[in-house]
């Protein structure tokens, strides 16, 4: 080492001209990355990030275009246009109605084999049991009794105006419907004038009405490990109803198909006279991240 040159302290700069800032920098006019607010991490394009809810918020009011796609009665014009549909090709007949012939044959072979014969041979035959959940003698008292239970637990009666509306609805739509398309039912002849058809099939639209309407006015009073399998039961036995219909041969199958668009129709214009309670503090209190104690 030169005796010229000098040990220089660690930590200090050498003599010279002075360095340029960083390209890191903060640019001028702009607080210091210390001096930011600190708030929920952002990502590029602005949008926040809970550690609690992984799934990105927006800091902007949600758009108008993602409510319409939620909104239920988008399920309802769904199902007003099949409705409609299968309306216009029974009343022109159309290739479902062909389709029905194709389905009863195929349907009926099976039903009438020896082997099968005991699920719909006799008044106590399982599918007879099953058609008969459809006769409003059964399933009316189910949605009253429902529709009471449902107004004690909620301590309102909008419960029971839901189902009061939904056998309004079911009279006031089915029975019309089977006079004006008059459609003969398998195995019959023409329906004379001003008797009732078989589209769409009553018990298919009753069975669905009333005990869908049932179980989802008590869904709010149930508890919750029993509110999915109570829906669960209650779509098979309005699935197993519109089949045993058409295993008996009381039916053809876009007459089901048709029961179970207005049914649903029917569900969605009654649950808006008895919509679901508003959650409590403690529910939305557990939406935020806090353990329920």
């Not at 099976?110 to 459809?134: E, H, K, M």
Request: some cysteine.
């Amino acid at each position: 080492m030169n005796e010229e040159e000098k040990v220089l302290p660690r930590g200090d700069d050498p003599p010279g001209p002075p360095r340029a800032p960083s390209a890191r920098a903060d640019p001028p006019g702009r607080p210091s990355r210390s001096a930011r607010p600190r708030g929920r991490p952002t990502n590029r394009r602005g949008l926040n990030h809970d550690p609690q809810n992984p799934s990105p918020t927006s800091p902007f009011p949600a758009s108008g275009r993602a409510e319409r796609w939620r909104s239920p009665w988008l399920v309802s014009a769904g199902l007003l246009l099949i409705l409609i549909l299968l309306t216009v090709d029974v009343l022109a007949s159309g290739p479902l109605v062909a389709a029905d012939h194709h389905i009863r044959a195929a349907v009926q072979a099976r039903a009438t084999s020896p082997r099968w014969l005991w699920l719909s041979q006799g008044r106590l035959a399982p599918a007879q049991l099953i058609v008969d959940l459809g006769n409003n003698q059964v399933a009316i008292p189910v949605l009253a009794v429902c529709a009471l239970i449902a107004v004690i637990g909620r301590r309102t009666l909008r419960p029971m105006l839901a189902a009061a509306a939904g056998v309004v609805l079911l009279l006031a739509t089915v029975v019309p419907a089977k006079i004006l398309i008059g459609r003969s039912g398998p195995g019959f002849g023409p329906v004379p004038a001003g008797s009732l058809g078989v589209f769409p099939s009553g018990h298919t639209s009753t069975s669905s009405v009333c005990y869908g309407l049932a179980v989802l006015l008590l869904v709010p009073v149930l508890p919750a490990r029993f509110r999915a399998p109570a829906v669960a039961a209650v779509a098979a036995v309005c699935l197993l109803v519109g089949l045993a219909l058409v295993w008996c041969d009381y039916h053809w199958f876009t007459d089901v198909l048709a029961g179970w668009a207005l049914s649903g129709i029917i569900i969605q214009v009654c649950l808006r006279l008895a919509p679901p309670p508003a959650p409590g503090p403690a529910r939305s209190r557990n939406n935020h991240g806090t353990r329920p104690g």
